[in-house]
């Protein structure tokens, strides 16, 4: 597994989208991107699904 296909934090994806930790959670939990849990509990993203997202510049609405 290199780099790019090792998954990713909360604090890594929110860092590349530039929001809270909390907003990526509840992303998350929305649906709105993939996650899944390692054995000890900690949320994990898919650094490939991530990444397209980032490329397609995904953002988020507008209040």
Sequence with gaps: MTSTESPLTPSEVAALFRVDTRT??????????SSFRTPGGHRRYP????????????????R
Excluded: D
């Design 47 to 62: 650094s490939k699904e991530i990444y397209a997202l980032r490329a397609a510049n995904f953002t988020t609405p507008q």
């Design 24 to 33: 990526v959670t509840r992303w998350a939990k929305e649906g709105k991107i």
